[in-house]
């Protein structure tokens, strides 16, 4: 761990300097406390740094938990084993789960599925569900629907060759029309002001606009992780189908089940203080405390459990992070290196996914290790199958 200042620690040991530059732009606002907590993997983000952990005091910064709100993973190991895969056309279980699960952005349910309705219920009886409905009436068909950027679905395989169900995934349309909504209103009550940067615009607890975002954001947050559920549910119907020609009937069991957000604030107590904690990139690491750390695509995943490291406010890493821009990533690698690098996995072979190539994202090995105080390992994880949108 780096101390940078007595506001801001580090736990990378790959950071860019205009990285560095804009956490403690961030770290630097008046209600951070005691210190923010930069993991492994940060790298530059619109306002305040992906992979950072932001402890505030009476206040909330909308653009420092992002557009993605409750972005996060979930994963199920089953009673399957990599024997069960091989001799298998896996390309054709790729393409059931393409169709069971709407893909990319923008594409969503054509109707309401009966295991959605369900959530949909639960939604609705929420609140924050009429700021739903006002930004976006179609948010029910949104529910089982992945995205796109580097959410991904995949099968995976363990160190024991058990096999594991794996998907990342956020609160899509819906969740970036609400934080959208509340960045805005944040932008405008602090006009005038002098920032450090436009998206460090704030909303002060106490206010009936702190309010809006609070009950937004927990809405958003839960939308996503059913999201995710409503995805595993459809990942897992399509394993059954697919393994069902070698007489096998029976359901996928689910022997163990992680779920994490990796990008939400919650209300949490550190260093003996009450605050409002944003973790932009990073999962949650208590002690005991199971979580998922994926790699790039085509790099290994990891299934931790927390150490409860108090400096960094029991955070860990939330993925490889990136370490070039979309844009760049486009311009150095080619397509050819992409399917060398991609074989053995049954993928969606198409040059859309050139910006998520394994190197355009730091070494997933480096992070695990800048990482190994804060989480332990339990499980690796090695994709067969995965599933993008482009």
């Given at each position: 761990m780096e101390k940078i200042s007595d506001r801001l620690l580090n736990w990378a040991s790959i950071l860019e300097p205009t990285t560095r530059m804009q956490a403690e732009r961030t770290a630097s606002m008046p209600f951070i406390h005691p210190h923010m907590a930069l993991m492994p993997d940060a790298h530059l983000g619109l306002g305040a740094t992906v992979g950072s952990v932001i402890p505030t005091d009476r206040a909330i910064i909308p653009a420092a938990v992002g557009v993605d709100i409750g972005c996060g993973m979930m994963a199920v190991r089953t009673q399957f084993t990599g024997d069960d895969l091989r001799g298998r056309n896996l390309a054709t279980l790729h393409g059931q789960v393409s169709r069971a699960v709407p893909l990319s952005a923008g594409r969503y349910n054509r109707k309401l599925r009966e295991t959605a309705a369900a959530r949909v219920e639960e939604l609705r009886d929420l609140p924050g569900a009429a700021q739903a409905d006002g930004v976006a009436h179609n948010w029910p068909l949104q529910l089982g629907s992945l995205g796109s950027g580097n959410h991904f679905i995949e099968v995976c395989l363990d160190e024991d060759d058990r096999v594991w169900l794996f998907l990342h995934s956020g609160s899509r349309g819906i969740g970036n029309r609400l934080a959208s909504k509340h960045i805005r209103v944040a932008q405008d009550r602090c006009a005038g002001m002098d920032l450090p940067d436009r998206d460090l615009a704030y909303l002060e607890e106490?206010?009936?606009?702190?309010?809006?975002?609070?009950?937004?954001?927990?809405?958003?947050?839960?939308?996503?992780?059913?999201?995710?559920?409503?995805?595993?549910?459809?990942?897992?119907e399509q394993v059954s189908r697919f393994l069902g020609g070698r007489g096998r009937t029976e359901e996928v069991h689910r022997a163990q089940v992680v779920q994490c957000h990796h990008n939400y604030t919650e209300r949490e107590t550190h260093y003996g203080t009450e605050v409002w904690l944003s973790r932009k990139g990073a999962i949650s690491a208590r002690a005991g405390e199971w979580g998922l750390i994926p790699g790039s695509m085509g790099a290994a995943s990891y299934v931790v459990v927390g150490k409860g490291n108090v400096e960094s406010l029991m955070s860990a890493p939330h993925g490889a992070g990136r370490n070039h821009s979309r844009g760049a990533a486009r311009r150095m690698f080619t397509r050819a290196d992409l399917d060398r690098r991609m074989k053995g996995i049954a993928w969606g072979h198409s040059d859309a996914f050139l910006d998520e190539h394994p190197d355009a994202y730091k070494p997933i090995d480096q992070v695990m290790s800048d990482a190994s105080d804060l989480v332990e390992v339990r499980h690796t994880l090695r994709q067969v199958v995965n599933v993008k949108g482009d």
């Open positions: 106490g206010t009936a606009e702190f309010d809006a975002y609070i009950e937004a954001l927990h809405w958003a947050q839960r939308f996503a992780a059913l999201n995710r559920e409503e995805m595993m549910d459809r990942l897992a």
